[in-house]
């Protein structure tokens, strides 16, 4: 277990210091981009349609129950195979999740946006058109908004956390990165189509990349000289 707090208090200082601040600070900028730009508002109305709501809706469920079980899969296996890499794999993407979970919810916890409007994850020809554009909602403040919805995606930024640490891991396993970006896409994209603004997406990756990086780097064990 204390293995899952490797670094902690470092890495955590390092997300939010030096060159990694100004990926902090692109997020906050391309949020105010888009937001202020109308896409937030224009990507929801192309956006919201059965077909994508079909494909995906997965992207919830996997995006939230995937990372627990992949990690308790990853500590058992290498527990029944002696497999030490498999092991430091489990503790770093679950220090990355941790992370990601505790940086997005603080976040959402004094931007307070308002979640996108919804119902059954789509909008039908009957009501286009008719919702007012809500995606300019944010209550600034602590817990006005609460911490379930809003800025950034928490699923994104989990989501990328893990993956790109998985990739700082395994960088010379190409089937295994592509296989990693493909899924954080999907889980990003998916939760952008459903119960997140596209600008939560894109803050939720950049954020969650940065603390996936850190996480990876501070889990490398040292070339031996």
Known sequence: MPELFHRLSRNVLTIFSGRNLLWH????LLTIMIVMSGFDWTYFCWTRGDAFARL???AIIIGTFLPLTAILILLLVGAITKNRRFITTA??????????????????????RLPPPF?????????????????????????????FWGWPSSHTTVTF??????IMLWSKNKPLV????????Y????????IHWFSEFVAGAIIGSVIGTVV??????????
Request: glycine share 16%.
């Open 56 to 58: 995906a809706r997965p």
């Open 25 to 28: 600070a692109l997020a906050i």
């Open 187 to 194: 889980i990003g994209l998916g939760v952008s189509v459903t």
């Open 178 to 185: 592509a296989g990693a970006l493909l899924y954080a896409f």
């Open 216 to 225: 990876g780097r501070s889990f490398i064990p040292p070339t031996p000289r």
């Open 91 to 112: 503790w770093a993407l679950g220090q990355a999740a941790l992370l990601g979970y505790l940086i997005s919810c603080g976040y959402k916890a004094f931007t307070g």
């Open 161 to 166: 956390a893990m993956m790109t640490c998985l």
């Open 119 to 147: 119902h059954g994850f789509r909008m039908s020809a009957m009501n286009e058109g008719s919702l007012v554009d809500s995606s300019h909602g944010f209550q600034f403040g602590f817990l006005k908004g609460g911490i």
